[in-house]
């Protein structure tokens, strides 16, 4: 298993402002997600973050606007950058384990003004 | 049609009863299996993993796995009020590709 932690767990900004968001693993692991959930919806993912290689991005979801970073097989952090109302949501981040099974942290609670 | 169907519900069920929460897919390369709970304003709790056809059995839940049919189910015994949450049921062909979820059905066990 992996046990995931989050940093901030909740914030609220102003426009136009940016927020990094930190993702730390107890283990070592080279897939690592990053996933946006509306209120009463499911789950879309923003980009993939595996150790080596720049991120890849879904569709929607561009760099300049959520930069990632991932130094590490332990860490990695999302920017939600020039933030607007519409940003406002959860943000999980994600980790897969060599056995596929996948991990979720427990999320970052985001309102922007 | 979506690759992965499930019922939203939500679903509400006596204390003590036994829930089938229920995914059906498309794709017949998905070989991975997962069950998630989550609740209210936090992230998905990983529940049952499974990679073959069959039951597996944790507790009082049991994922089952149907690939000739395309279809896995969750079943839940002795329901308590503590397990009202949101299931996701998802699933991974394997290797790099991403997980695709259902869009999670909404449980509620009334005491």
């Known amino acids: 298993s992996a046990v995931i932690s989050q940093k901030p767990s909740r914030d609220i900004c102003q426009r136009g402002t940016s927020l990094t968001i930190q993702c730390q693993v107890d283990?070592?692991?080279?897939?690592m997600f990053w996933y946006r959930q509306q209120p009463g919806q499911s789950l879309t993912l923003i980009a993939t973050?595996?150790?080596?290689?720049?991120?890849?991005?879904e569709s929607g979801f561009v760099i300049d606007k959520f930069p990632i970073s991932r130094p590490n097989l332990t860490f990695s952090t999302l920017t939600v950058s020039n933030m607007s109302p519409e940003d406002s949501s959860i943000y999980l981040c994600?980790?897969?384990?060599?056995?596929?099974?996948?991990?979720f942290g427990p999320g970052t609670r985001l309102t922007v003004l | 049609q979506k690759e992965v169907e499930q019922d939203p519900g939500p679903l509400s069920v006596p204390e003590g009863a036994i829930v089938s929460l229920n995914c059906t897919y498309s794709?017949?390369?998905?070989?991975?299996f997962m069950w998630y709970r989550q609740y209210s304003r936090k992230g998905p709790e990983l529940l049952m993993y499974?990679?073959?056809?069959g039951n597996k059995e944790d507790g009082r839940f049991t994922a089952q796995v149907d690939k000739s049919s395309k279809y896995i189910s969750l079943f839940i015994r002795d329901s308590q009020p503590s397990d009202s949450a949101t299931y996701l049921c998802a699933m991974i062909v394997g290797g790099y590709q991403k997980v695709t979820f259902g869009t999670g059905t909404k449980l509620q066990v009334i005491p």
């Open positions: 499974t990679y073959s056809s």
């Open positions: 794709n017949s390369a998905f070989q991975y």
């Open positions: 973050a595996n150790q080596g290689s720049e991120a890849t991005y």
């Open positions: 994600s980790v897969r384990t060599s056995a596929n099974e996948q991990f």
């Open positions: 283990s070592q692991v080279t897939m």
